[in-house]
């Protein structure tokens, strides 16, 4: 508990004693667990504008525009996801609402990760803005959209010209605001590229003051370099380049890998020991999301994209040689049973069915089905592979905090990972409630206050006079995701009020029409 007169000092510097404040909100009786990472308390919180401007107790002869009773319900800052894909769908009137967060609980969301994203912000930020986002969007600069950009889907290094190219386009793009750097080497073109590769461009944003590195690593199971390389390469990349690298929906991915968590905490525990600033972000499902190309087919037969791979599967040769590679890659994935056809536009009758499913109905082997899925444009996929013992491993530490990796999806349309939906409730009903693996107060913090620090978000990220007032109000009793792998399309529930930027976006559980997010972009520029 802390000392209730520093929150009298606040409320005497901004009002004589005799005349109560008029908030414009005043949220009353809630526990409060302030972000910090300390204990919870029972207080008030009260809104003014766009900010909070008090929290503890505040006299009954208070009046607001409105109030809420809180009693019996947790009082938090709004959580901050730093890997969404809820690009480019924001940046349209259709989905700029962003609903699926609001329902989590999200009031701010970082675009652009594993690497992804335009490699010019310029339009996108315009595009965000003009819509108006139902939640606070901060752009992040994607490795292998600026090497796209530069050197197009080649399998091969980058000559000192083009490494120049690439740097000139990431500074730019810090310039215009990006927070920071993501990357993803598990993907094409970023796949091709080297360690010192990327730490030429982790240099070039760490120039830019709190930028940081955050990384879909080369190798989350035992593809090529192993997942300990992979995350070993991160604490490189944060040493030399001296940025705050960040593990992103961290994980060791496939059977083959399980128990792996272990060696990968060590490594990261032992560097920041080393003074290595290393964090992770991860979401509470035992199911990625991805695709049969990204997921299934070797590196070298991506180059140049899915066109150039259809053209090798034409060649017998070739497509028995990619067949042949795909096998262990299957395997890698815990086997056919376990990947689920996430959307197919080729034939929707497939979207929702397992592998195994769909070569028993064609009555072909389940790598056959998979081929001539990629033929016929390829398919996003959920991929069952994690361990609830590595999960909740990674959960424990202190550095790793929450994201959702999830989409912006038209409701109802396409077979979605339902982290898109569910990520934030699901680690508070499964995690906290259900079974304490963390308790409420860490679980809030990583959600909050520790990644309004790491990735240096002003004023947001704390309950606490002066900031933001991005607030939650949420009921412990009934707080859940319902989104399923086969029911996907289904909000979180329990959460009762989300403010963004001092507006009620959530009122009673339900979206109100207006939107109130802002696009962050870092200040100063540099
Ligand atoms: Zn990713």
Do not use: C
Request: net charge positive; no cysteine; aromatic share 6%.
């Amino acid at each position: 508990m802390r000392p209730i007169s520093i929150f009298v000092g606040a409320l005497l510097a901004t009002t004589s004693p005799a005349v109560a404040q008029q908030y414009d909100v005043l949220i009353r009786r809630g526990t409060v667990y302030d972000g910090s990472d300390t204990p919870a308390r029972s207080a008030d919180v009260a809104i003014k504008g766009d900010r909070i401007v008090a929290v503890g107790r505040i006299p009954a002869t208070a009046t607001a525009k409105t109030t809420i009773d809180a009693k019996g319900k947790i009082v938090a800052p709004g959580f901050i996801d730093p890997h969404s894909h809820a690009a480019p769908n924001i940046q349209t009137k259709q989905l700029a609402a962003a609903l699926p967060m609001l329902h989590q609980g999200i009031t701010t969301l970082m675009v652009n990760p594993d690497g992804g994203g335009p490699p010019d912000l310029t339009q996108q930020i315009i595009d965000i803005k003009t819509n108006v986002p139902g939640v606070n969007v901060i752009p992040l600069i994607g490795h292998n959209a600026v090497r796209e950009a530069v050197m197009g889907n080649v399998a091969r290094l980058a000559t000192p010209a083009e490494q120049a190219k690439m740097e000139g386009l990431v500074t730019a793009a810090m310039r215009a605001g990006a927070y920071g750097l993501s990357d993803g080497p598990f993907y094409i073109p970023s796949k091709y590229s080297n360690t010192e590769e990327i730490v030429g461009l982790a240099k070039a944003a760490s120039r830019f003051p709190h930028a940081f590195y955050t990384s879909h690593i080369r190798d989350e199971g035992n593809y090529d370099v192993g997942v300990v390389a992979a995350v070993d390469e991160v604490i490189r990349i944060a040493r030399e380049a001296k940025i705050p690298g960040v593990v992103t929906h961290i994980k060791v991915l496939g059977p083959q890998v399980w128990g792996k968590s272990a060696e990968v905490i060590d490594n990261i525990d032992k560097a920041r020991a080393a003074g290595v600033q290393v964090w992770a972000d991860q979401y509470p499902y035992a199911a990625s999301g991805s695709s049969l190309m990204a997921s299934l087919v070797p590196g070298w037969a991506q180059e140049g994209g899915a066109a150039a791979l259809v053209k090798r599967l034409e060649d017998p040769a070739t497509r028995a040689k990619i067949r042949a590679e795909m096998a262990p890659n299957l395997e890698r994935r815990a086997g056919p049973g376990a990947i689920m056809i996430r959307s197919f536009a080729a034939d929707p009758s497939l979207e929702g069915k397992r592998l195994d499913e769909i070569a028993r109905i064609q009555g072909k082997d389940p790598l056959d089905a998979a081929i001539d899925m990629l033929k016929r444009g390829g398919a996003p996929t959920v991929s069952f592979n994690m361990n609830e013992k590595d999960i909740e491993a990674f959960m424990r530490r202190p550095w790793t905090m929450t994201s959702t990796d999830g989409g912006l999806p038209v409701f109802g349309l396409t077979s979605e990972h339902p982290r898109a939906y569910g990520a934030f409730p699901r680690k508070l009903r499964n995690y906290v409630l259900d079974k304490p693996v963390i308790t409420m107060q860490h679980a809030i913090h990583v959600a909050t206050g520790l990644p309004a620090k790491v990735f240096a978000i002003p004023d947001r990220g704390r309950l606490r006079p002066g900031a933001f007032a991005d607030v939650i109000v949420f009921d412990p009793a009934t707080v859940r995701d319902t989104a399923t792998y086969q029911k996907p399309h289904a909000y979180a529930v329990g959460m009762d009020y989300v403010f963004v930027n001092g507006s009620a976006a959530l009122v009673k559980g339900k979206p109100v029409a207006e939107r109130h997010g802002r696009v962050l972009l870092r200040r100063p520029p540099g």
